[in-house]
């Protein structure tokens, strides 16, 4: 259902179909309300902060926490939103060293009654896919899990 | 296994030895190659290429008197460890998504 490919040596490309119009999947991905309940990573965890870009320009603001004591963040800026079909953000996570910029571009066009979105983004380099797996094995991988999400 | 993820931590905490990391990743290099886009001296680049190759991260061989450097095949599969977590986790994700959505009414245009 999902598909998670690389594109050359520096791009990730994931498309994923869902049961509803682009609108409302459009909607899940930019309004606070509705990304809570569902950019989670690992059971248990919970986001502390939820503030996604009203309009292109505006800053993101995300943070998880997993209730002991381990959380990180993510920072960015939307520099396209087109209702309802594309976004285009930049983001950064902090571990708590902030990683390099990830460049992410995601579209949701009709696919019968529902949707297929396609997100194109920027791999981490190779250090800091590192770091990435290295921290989140220190927390028994879930740190990981979520931090990875946050690639989203 | 903590102790050594400790140190790998540590190894990739430091900029300058992350930099050189991401540079080995497109393929083996010399120290003096290394040291060129660093405005640092050989000694310098040698210490982190030291705790780089005892965190186990890079491998380095024998080459006259050069002792060339390379990523250590752990630090090459990451690659594939990496993707894989991304898949599992944006997996999770979707599936709540799905959920989410079976209990959105869609909007009908008015």
Redesign the interface.
């Known amino acids: 259902m999902?598909t998670?490919t690389?594109e050359g040596d520096l791009h990730?490309v994931?498309t994923?179909r869902?049961?509803?119009?682009p609108?409302?999947?459009y909607r899940?991905h930019t309004e606070a309300a509705?990304i809570r309940?569902?950019?989670?990573?690992?059971d248990g965890w919970t986001m502390t902060i939820c503030e996604p870009a009203a309009a292109p320009g505006d800053k993101i603001h995300f943070a998880w926490s997993d209730g002991h004591g381990n959380g990180f963040s993510l920072t960015g800026e939307s520099l396209v939103m087109e209702p309802f079909h594309r976004l285009v953000h930049v983001e950064r996570m902090h571990l708590p060293?902030p990683t390099p910029d990830n460049h992410v571009e995601t579209n949701f066009a009709p696919d019968g009654t529902g949707t297929l979105m396609t997100m194109r983004m920027t791999?981490?380099?190779?250090?800091?896919?590192?770091?990435?797996?290295?921290?989140?094995?220190?927390h028994g991988?879930e740190a990981?899990?979520?931090r990875?999400?946050t690639?989203? | 296994m903590a102790s050594g993820l400790s140190t790998t931590f540590a190894a990739l905490s430091d900029p300058t030895r992350r930099a050189i990391l991401s540079r080995l990743a497109s393929g083996e290099a010399t120290v003096m190659e290394l040291a060129q886009p660093f405005s640092m001296s050989q000694p310098a680049i040698s210490r982190h290429l030291k705790v780089l190759e005892q965190a186990g991260l890079i491998l380095r061989r024998i080459d006259g008197s050069k002792r060339p450097c390379r990523l250590a095949p752990a630090a090459i599969a990451e690659t594939e460890q990496w993707l894989a977590q991304l898949r599992r986790i944006l997996e999770a994700n979707y599936s709540r998504l799905d959920l989410l959505l079976a209990a959105t009414p869609s909007k009908e245009p008015s």
């Open positions: 999902m998670l690389l990730v994931v994923r869902f049961a509803a119009s609108e409302t999947v899940a509705l309940p569902w950019m989670l990573g690992p060293a791999l981490p380099d190779a250090a800091t896919r590192q770091a990435m797996l290295a921290t989140g094995m220190e991988m990981s899990y979520v990875l999400e690639v989203l």
